[in-house]
């Protein structure tokens, strides 16, 4: 049996979601743009659905653009800022964030957008004091994730936020892996963009959405009139049914999950501290994403002990990778200062809400086993 | 890639283990290991089938690893 613990990478269909899809599938497939009345279920679920995820983050309808992911709302964002920009105004990000943010960087830095990377601390946290270094009038947007998809580290957005419009500058946030995971209000948080992904709240695989706050971002793709305008293409109705669905009893059972996944982490760390295991927990060690326990174990290599544990029919990740010829160590974990004899070891093992006790037993025992050979 | 002599298997001794052998050992133990187990062994300690441990080999192969050259 296949013991699943890489829920930062996707997560089950949840089966509320899926049979909330099922009709748009197969019945009400109607093109929500269409004119005639047999198109109206198809619209009036997109409807419901945008509004259910404006009040999952406290923003308005309006708001909530779909997307096909987190990909493309964070490239949206990016390079959206970069396109409407006229003044080339400089993008401040961090040195961990996603590479759907990296490369977007990179790509309009290559427009001759300047563009800062912001270090971290050993944590993997975006100090205040390293913005304010960093940051100054020129500076038109600020881009930093909510919560670092390896370590699961949890930044300071609402701090942050407040230092971007300080300096007259907007503030994204790649919010993919705490949506759904940990309370988010763009409100209280001073957020003018935010990013999220479907699939990683237990929705489908293919859609997500970007709020942003109006006036603020041009059209990205161009076509039609969907999405207000905004983003061209005939809308994934099951999905985007799916998503809300998903989104909002993941908001409902939050703080239940939440307990659930703390409490299955603190079960396998107490395991592997009782044993010989040399590792280090990366990441900020409590203000950090339920369910992510991003281990360092020295001397070890991260990928052959993903792959053992796939052997064993464990599903992990690993934040160090073979590309055929070096074993590379990933962005963030570089970036964190890990020691060398450490960084190679790394492995992340992502809890999900259906995760139980008895297979993170399972997964701490092969892992102190495996780390002996 | 360096260059890696290997041991005889630390379990049964067996000597002059395969490319595939040393090269399984070095991917899923480490490139720094001092200890090689052959193909029956790896799979015993691991509690896996030996195919299992073909197919990772296959795998790897495919995706062009040097280990296994």
Same mark, same amino acid.
């Given at each position: 049996?296949?013991?699943?613990?890489?829920?930062?990478?996707?997560?089950?269909?949840?089966?509320?979601? $899926?049979?909330?899809?099922?009709?748009?599938?197969?019945?009400?497939?109607?093109?929500?743009?269409?004119?005639?009345?047999? +198109?109206?279920?198809?619209?009036?679920?997109?409807?419901?659905?945008?509004?259910?995820?404006?009040?999952?983050?406290?923003?308005?309808?309006?708001?909530?653009?779909?997307?096909?992911?987190?990909?493309?709302?964070?490239?949206?964002?990016?390079?959206?800022?970069?396109? @409407?920009?006229?003044?080339?105004?400089?993008?401040?990000?961090?040195?961990?964030?996603?590479?759907?943010?990296?490369?977007?960087?990179?790509?309009?830095?290559?427009?001759?957008?300047?563009?800062?990377?912001?270090? /971290?601390?050993?944590?993997?946290? /975006?100090?205040?004091?390293?913005?304010?270094?960093?940051? @100054?009038?020129?500076?038109?947007?600020?881009?930093?994730?909510?919560?670092?998809?390896?370590?699961?580290?949890?930044?300071?957005?609402?701090?942050?936020?407040?230092?971007?419009?300080?300096?007259?500058?907007? $503030?994204?946030?790649?919010?993919?892996?705490?949506?759904?995971?940990?309370?988010?209000?763009?409100?209280?948080?001073?957020?003018?963009?935010?990013?999220?992904?479907?699939?990683?709240?237990?929705?489908?695989?293919?859609?997500?959405?970007?709020?942003?706050?109006?006036?603020?971002?041009?059209?990205?793709?161009?076509?039609?009139?969907?999405?207000?305008?905004?983003?061209?293409?005939?809308?994934?109705?099951?999905?985007? /049914?799916?998503?809300?669905?998903?989104?909002?009893?993941?908001?409902?059972?939050?703080?239940?999950?939440?307990?659930?996944?703390?409490?299955?982490?603190?079960?396998?760390? @107490?395991?592997?501290?009782? @044993?010989?295991?040399?590792?280090?927990?990366?990441?900020?060690?409590?203000?950090?994403?339920?369910?992510?326990?991003?281990? +360092?174990?020295?001397?070890?290599?991260?990928?052959?002990?993903?792959?053992?544990?796939?052997?064993?029919?464990?599903?992990?990740?690993?934040?160090?990778?073979?590309?055929?010829?070096?074993?590379?160590?990933?962005?963030?974990?570089?970036?964190?200062?890990?020691?060398?004899?450490?960084?190679?070891?790394?492995?992340?093992?992502?809890?999900?809400?259906?995760?139980?006790?008895?297979?993170?037993?399972?997964?701490?025992?092969?892992?102190?086993?495996? +780390? +002996?050979? | 890639?360096?260059?890696?002599?290997?041991?005889?298997?630390?379990?049964? %001794?067996?000597?002059?283990?395969?490319?595939?052998?040393?090269?399984?050992?070095?991917?899923?133990? %480490?490139?720094?290991?001092?200890?090689?187990?052959?193909?029956?062994?790896?799979?015993?300690?691991?509690?896996? %089938?030996?195919?299992?441990?073909?197919?990772?080999?296959?795998?790897?192969?495919?995706?062009?690893?040097?280990?296994?050259?």
């Amino acid at each position: 049996m296949v013991i699943y613990a890489d829920n930062a990478a996707t997560t089950q269909l949840d089966t509320d979601a $899926f049979e909330a899809m099922k009709p748009f599938l197969l019945e009400n497939y109607a093109n929500p743009s269409g004119a005639y009345s047999y +198109s109206k279920k198809a619209k009036l679920a997109i409807k419901a659905a945008r509004k259910t995820i404006a009040e999952c983050i406290n923003a308005e309808p309006e708001q909530i653009y779909f997307t096909s992911g987190g990909t493309e709302s964070d490239n949206w964002a990016i390079k959206g800022f970069a396109l @409407s920009d006229y003044d080339y105004k400089a993008v401040i990000t961090s040195q961990i964030e996603h590479h759907a943010i990296l490369n977007s960087c990179y790509d309009i830095e290559r427009l001759k957008h300047p563009v800062a990377y912001l270090p /971290v601390d050993r944590k993997g946290v /975006v100090a205040t004091d390293t913005l304010n270094r960093y940051i @100054s009038d020129r500076t038109g947007l600020v881009s930093v994730m909510t919560a670092n998809n390896e370590i699961g580290t949890i930044e300071p957005i609402k701090e942050l936020a407040q230092i971007a419009h300080s300096h007259g500058a907007l $503030f994204h946030t790649d919010a993919v892996q705490a949506v759904g995971h940990i309370p988010i209000d763009v409100k209280v948080l001073g957020i003018d963009m935010l990013s999220a992904s479907a699939h990683k709240f237990n929705g489908p695989k293919g859609i997500g959405f970007l709020y942003c706050k109006e006036g603020v971002l041009q059209p990205f793709h161009n076509g039609g009139s969907q999405e207000f305008g905004m983003r061209a293409g005939t809308e994934n109705v099951p999905a985007i /049914v799916g998503m809300a669905v998903a989104l909002r009893k993941n908001i409902i059972e939050m703080e239940q999950n939440a307990k659930h996944l703390r409490r299955l982490s603190e079960e396998l760390l @107490s395991i592997l501290e009782a @044993s010989n295991v040399p590792f280090i927990l990366n990441g900020h060690p409590t203000n950090r994403l339920p369910g992510n326990i991003n281990l +360092s174990i020295k001397g070890k290599s991260g990928e052959g002990l993903m792959h053992m544990l796939d052997l064993k029919g464990i599903c992990v990740s690993t934040g160090s990778a073979c590309d055929s010829k070096n074993q590379q160590v990933s962005h963030v974990i570089q970036n964190i200062g890990l020691p060398d004899d450490y960084g190679i070891g790394t492995i992340r093992i992502s809890l999900g809400k259906y995760n139980t006790e008895q297979e993170v037993k399972r997964i701490a025992d092969i892992l102190i086993k495996l +780390s +002996s050979l | 890639m360096k260059k890696v002599k290997a041991s005889p298997c630390i379990s049964c %001794g067996k000597k002059d283990l395969s490319k595939d052998e040393v090269g399984i050992n070095l991917k899923l133990i %480490g490139e720094d290991t001092e200890n090689f187990y052959c193909l029956d062994c790896l799979a015993s300690v691991l509690d896996v %089938g030996v195919q299992d441990i073909l197919d990772k080999i296959e795998e790897f192969k495919e995706e062009g690893c040097t280990l296994f050259l």
